[in-house]
């Protein structure tokens, strides 16, 4: 059954570093963009980073363009974090939808992990 599986997730001061994995079980990311989304407490569900492992192309929120960095190796795909922010906390969650293109809606991502999650805090 095709799933994700993240991790890398924990506790970190605001200013530390992060670095989520993401791993595809029955999917060759090769034909799918992948999205990380975070929901913070109380929040509803953003989209932090797009890659589209065929192009490759990447795009990012802009409250982390530059201080996050999403990249894919063979069949996992990676979000360093770094100079986390008070705001960052959440559990960060990867999907995945067919196609190249990372201007779809929430809805064309089919295939989900279940998260980890992320506290910021000193």
């Known amino acids: 059954q095709e799933q994700f599986v993240e991790s890398g997730g924990g506790l970190v001061q605001p200013g530390g570093s992060l670095r989520l994995s993401c791993a595809a079980n029955?999917?060759?990311?090769?034909?799918?963009?992948i999205k990380w989304f975070r929901q913070g407490p109380g929040k509803g569900r953003e989209v932090v980073s797009c890659?589209?492992?065929?192009?490759?192309a990447t795009s990012y929120a802009s409250s982390v363009r530059g201080r996050f960095t999403v990249s894919a190796v063979k069949n996992r795909v990676y979000l360093q974090m770094n100079n986390l922010k008070p705001e960052a906390p959440g559990r960060y969650s990867c999907?995945?939808?067919?196609?190249?293109?990372?201007?779809?809606?929430?809805?064309?991502?089919?295939?989900w992990g279940k998260g980890t999650q992320v506290t910021v805090s000193s």
């Open positions: 999907a995945a939808a067919s196609g190249s293109s990372c201007l779809q809606p929430q809805y064309a991502y089919t295939y």
């Open positions: 029955g999917v060759r990311l090769d034909y799918y963009n």
């Open positions: 890659i589209s492992t065929g192009d490759p």
